[in-house]
T-cell receptor
């Protein structure tokens, strides 16, 4: 398996522009997570999906951020308009608990390589 | 508010020694706690999961303890090697109603040859 795939790997944009980050989770995984990592705040969960449905978006900073998961193999995180304080590394992760995993599931999250976003 | 604390200072140890990393949490009662390893420019990689009813978990040279009374988890690497140099993140989670892990800021470990 190719693992979690993210694109682009690097993005440099100017303040006010729209930015779209993309993620392809591991096939068969039913959970997808978007994180943001900065030196100051560490790794923060922005939103997570279960079976393509957003479950917890309490970490989304503000209305400028939106995330979608139109199908089990694709998700996007959009920032519009972008601001310099959005500069960070954005990670996507996926996980599989399955319907019959019960207490023996591993709960492992598999992270992608990240997208380094710089907003000038 | 929930707070996860890891040693912000880098930890330098000599090759062959045991490295011990600390994760403390406050205003929180997790049922699960994970440890991840992160290398520069890469995403975190899962290492171990420990549940609240488990005192200790081992995997090869790794050992994790979970003390719900002290609200602390310790992560040990025995017979450390330079290849173990990385940042280690702890991430606790409550047991029900959420699948949300809260990550600490990580401790950078450097194993000196």
């Amino acid at each position: 398996d190719a693992g979690v795939i993210q694109s682009p790997r690097h993005e440099v944009t100017e303040m006010g522009q729209e930015v779209t980050l993309r993620c392809k989770p591991i096939s068969g995984h039913d959970y997808l997570f978007w994180y943001r990592q900065t030196m100051m705040r560490g790794l923060e969960l922005l939103i997570y999906f279960n079976n393509n449905v957003p479950i917890d978006d309490s970490g989304m900073p503000e209305d400028r951020f939106s995330a979608k998961m139109p199908n089990a193999s694709f998700s996007t995180l959009k920032i519009q308009p972008s601001e310099p304080r959005d500069s960070a590394v954005y990670f996507c992760a996926s996980s599989s608990r399955g319907r019959n995993s019960g207490p023996l599931y591993t709960d492992t999250q598999y992270f992608g390589p990240g997208t380094r976003l710089t907003v000038l | 508010s929930q707070k996860i604390e890891q040693n912000s200072e880098a930890l330098n140890i000599q090759e062959g020694k045991t490295a011990t990393l600390t994760c403390n949490y406050t205003n929180y009662s997790p049922a699960y706690l994970q440890w991840y390893r992160q290398d520069p420019g890469r995403g975190p990689v899962f290492l171990l999961l420990i549940r609240e009813n488990e005192k200790e978990k081992r995997k090869e040279r790794l050992k994790v303890t979970f003390d719900t009374t002290l609200k602390q988890s310790l992560f040990h690497i025995t017979a450390s090697q330079p290849a173990d140099s990385a940042t280690y993140l702890c991430a606790p989670r409550r047991g029900s109603g959420t699948y949300k892990y809260i990550f600490g800021t990580g401790t950078r470990l450097k194993v000196l040859a």
